[in-house]
């Protein structure tokens, strides 16, 4: 299998190699193999090359099975214009590669419940929530203009949607929702956006031959209001991209430590993009305090979906699980009485346990 490595700004090149270990591990048992070539995007691609996103990396993604991406962005590179910014770059590589559906799961691990934001009475029921987020489309891609007129500055982002985009994005969610519990959760503002109505009348018209689905509606202000008041009513969360983005990032705090969670982007193309939700976290890089569970998740995102190896993916999913088991605990989910350790020893002790467990 052949790997597109974007180790990025930051922590990201930390993370990402704590997850080769785990991907190391996986091949060594697994009898698998993988081949790794790196890439360059974001600022360090700005800085090497003077653009965040390289034609050269596009056509490397390409050519791969599957893009392990860290995470780009920081202070250094916040000057510069929008399109030479390191989140051009990803936005960039979302559009190359086709991948229109973001799959964010928001899972809180049992051990980890005293560090939700929640009260744990709210999360008795644990919190295993999919947001399915359109990652193509709206506000982030549309027309975008700034113009002096004679009232002052004006400025626009279009958000529009196709019948198609929202079609595709709707039966990879409500497909994703007959493998978990059969509900899904439909959020946009259609009392106020036209765009809105149109994902009304496609996931309607879609529904219809999703009849063992239970499919609803909330207004995206609500939906906000309810992840933090009720988030066990929520199964799948399908929405826009710019409604995704925020509410994504929300459900990712209930589970407490956005360090904790992975993502998927896939779409089109056989090659999907697989990266953990934070940030670049210039602070704190160099120094060995990283989460790199959620690069390491990632990988298992990206065996499950990308490569089609359940076992090999469950293998990962399980060995974090044991880690969280034998109490060890990077900084941003440390608890009193627990083992502290920094970003190498989690990526050496995760790996070590997919080795040695003999069962999935």
């Known amino acids: 299998m052949k790997i597109a490595l974007i180790k990025g700004d930051g922590i990201g090149p930390e993370v990402i190699n704590q997850a080769l270990k785990a991907l190391g591990a996986v091949s060594e048992r ?10 360059l995007m974001g600022g360090c691609a700005i800085d090497e090359t003077g653009v965040p996103l390289p034609i050269e990396t596009v056509n490397i993604c390409k050519q791969s099975d599957a893009v392990l991406l860290g995470a780009v962005g920081g202070p250094k590179w916040d000057s510069l214009p929008g399109n030479l910014r390191p989140e051009a770059g990803l936005l960039g590589i979302r ?26 009475e709210i999360l008795v029921n644990g919190l295993d929530i999919m947001v399915v987020r359109e990652l193509t489309g709206g506000a982030y891609f ?19 949607y196709t019948f198609y985009e929202v079609e595709r994005i709707t039966r990879t969610a409500y497909d994703i929702a007959r493998k978990r519990k059969k509900k899904v959760t439909v959020v946009d503002k259609a009392n106020v956006l036209e765009s809105s109505r149109l994902w009304r009348e496609v996931t309607g018209e879609i529904s219809k031959e ?20 009720n988030p066990g009513q929520f199964d ?16 990712s705090m209930l589970t407490g430590s956005m360090g904790m969670l992975p993502s998927a982007s896939i779409g089109i193309r056989k090659t999907g993009i697989f990266e953990p939700i934070h940030g670049s976290a210039p602070d704190i890089a160099g120094k060995d305090m990283a989460n790199p569970l959620a690069a390491i998740l990632s990988c298992g995102m990206m065996l499950e ?9 469950d293998a990962v999913y399980k060995a974090v699980n044991t880690v969280l088991d034998k109490d060890y605990r990077t900084v941003d989910i440390m608890q009193p009485g627990m083992k502290s350790v920094g970003t190498e020893m989690m990526g050496n002790l995760v790996a070590e346990i997919i080795l040695s467990d003999t069962e999935v």
């Open 30 to 39: 697994f009898k698998c193999s993988f081949e790794y070539q790196e890439a």
């Open 95 to 120: 559009k190359a590669m086709d991948v229109y559906a973001n799959l964010r799961p928001a899972i809180l691990f049992p051990q980890l419940k005293s560090a939700s934001s929640l009260k744990e």
């Open 142 to 160: 549309g027309e975008k203009k700034k113009v002096i007129t004679e009232d002052g500055i004006k400025a626009w982002d279009m958000m529009s």
């Open 210 to 229: 999703y009849s063992d689905l239970e499919v609803s509606y909330m207004y995206v202000d609500n939906a906000a209001m309810q992840l933090v008041r």
């Open 236 to 251: 799948v969360i399908l929405t826009e991209n710019l409604f995704g983005d925020i509410l994504s990032d929300e459900a």
């Open 305 to 313: 979906y990308g490569l089609n190896m359940k076992n090999e993916a």
